[in-house]
């Protein structure tokens, strides 16, 4: 599993709350990610980072900010929940892999229900 | 909750059948392309990639073919088994790996 974790695991909130996600890896691993999942839309990338405080934003950041203090840690940030941001959120890190490329190792998901 | 596997494209085999996964790409920029597998409840999970300068890919029990003619992968599965039942992603890079751009899935269904 790359040693990825991700917490909460499922959370339902309030529109208009705030919400933080977190991903916390163990490898030190350069590159993290945030995904959501929605069905019919497969996986779409909100923000990534390539080392700490260095974050750039995916296809669907408007909404979301992220922080990365430090190499373990990739936060997201919802600062003001509504019902369209309702999904599984997957937090992945990348590696190096075997044929000289690299892969992407997902964590768990949290579930986050807006209502 | 919802389940991903609502709305896809969905592809029922039986247990032995040769299975293949079609996967349409627009940017023919992409310098790699990989599938990935997601059980249900879990986080997609690695199977292979391709690099784009070739054509085919082998693995264990799987091949990917890559036709940059037309833009098409494809994911071949041979003696599916019930443990393959899963959504299958297609996703390409052309950022030097850096970021992955995902296709919407297929559902594969195994019946013993």
């Known amino acids: 599993d790359a040693g990825i974790t991700q917490s909460p695991r499922h959370k339902v909130t309030e529109t208009g709350t705030p919400v933080t996600l977190r991903c916390h890896q163990t490898e030190n691993h350069r590159y993290m990610y945030w995904y959501r999942q929605d069905p019919g839309h497969g996986l779409r990338l909100i923000h990534y980072s390539y080392g700490v405080k260095d974050t750039d934003k995916g296809e669907v950041s408007d909404g979301y900010s992220v922080s990365r203090s430090k190499t373990e840690d990739f936060l997201l940030t919802l600062e003001s929940a509504t019902s369209s941001q309702t999904s599984v959120y997957f937090c992945?890190?990348?590696?190096?892999?075997?044929?000289?490329?690299?892969?992407?190792?997902f964590g768990p998901g949290t579930r986050l229900t807006v209502t | 909750g919802e389940s991903v596997g609502l709305h896809l494209p969905t592809l029922s085999v039986q247990e032995g059948d040769n299975s293949i996964i079609n996967c349409a790409y627009s940017?023919?920029?992409?310098?790699?392309f990989i599938w990935y597998k997601q059980e249900s409840g879990k986080g997609p999970q690695f199977i292979i990639d391709?690099?784009?300068?070739?054509d085919k890919r082998q693995g264990q029990r799987v091949t990917v073919l890559l036709n940059k003619t037309v833009k098409h992968l494809s994911l071949q599965i041979a003696a599916t088994q019930p443990g393959d039942s899963a959504v299958y992603f297609c996703a390409e890079t052309h950022s030097g790996y850096s970021t992955l751009t995902f296709g919407k899935g297929t559902m594969l269904l195994v019946s013993p």
């Open positions: 992945a890190i990348r590696q190096a892999s075997i044929g000289g490329s690299y892969e992407q190792y």
């Open positions: 391709i690099r784009s300068n070739m």
């Open positions: 940017n023919s920029a992409s310098d790699y």
